[in-house]
């Protein structure tokens, strides 16, 4: 059994599959998954897991050079807002794009991380930095 990093088979293998400026998405409970991204279903009930848990056990064990939110987050989640300043903080280049345009992008992802969140906007893309 694994001692360090994900348990779950499925974020551990989308990861580990990555390559550089490769997306995955983590997202609340509402955010449609485009048809032909494998969605990774993490939700048990109304909140759990939260979208910070999932998020910040991501960013324990991926290393992400780029992260895209919804603008609409700016106005309706100052929670998300505070975590977009703390990736800033950490070198983390930070976009904010519309919802509808967010939407589109995550057709784009390897996966999608759904979480049981259920405060508005909270979803980010993940883009896939280098180790070296």
Do not use: W
């Amino acid at each position: 059994m694994k001692r360090l990093g994900h348990l779950n088979r499925d974020i551990a293998r989308v990861l580990a599959g990555m390559g550089h400026t490769d997306s995955v998405v983590i997202a609340d409970c509402g955010l449609p998954i485009p048809d032909g991204v494998e969605c990774i279903d993490v939700s048990l009930t109304l909140g759990v897991p939260g979208f910070f848990d999932v998020l910040d056990s991501v960013l324990a064990d991926f290393k992400v050079e780029r992260a895209v939110f919804a603008s609409e987050s700016l106005t309706h989640n100052a929670a998300v807002v505070a975590r977009m300043a703390q990736l800033r903080d950490a070198q983390v280049a930070v976009d904010e794009v519309p919802h509808e345009t967010f939407k589109r992008l995550c057709q784009q992802a390897k996966a999608v991380i759904r979480t049981g969140e259920c405060s508005p906007y909270a979803n980010v893309i993940l883009h896939s930095g280098v180790i070296f």
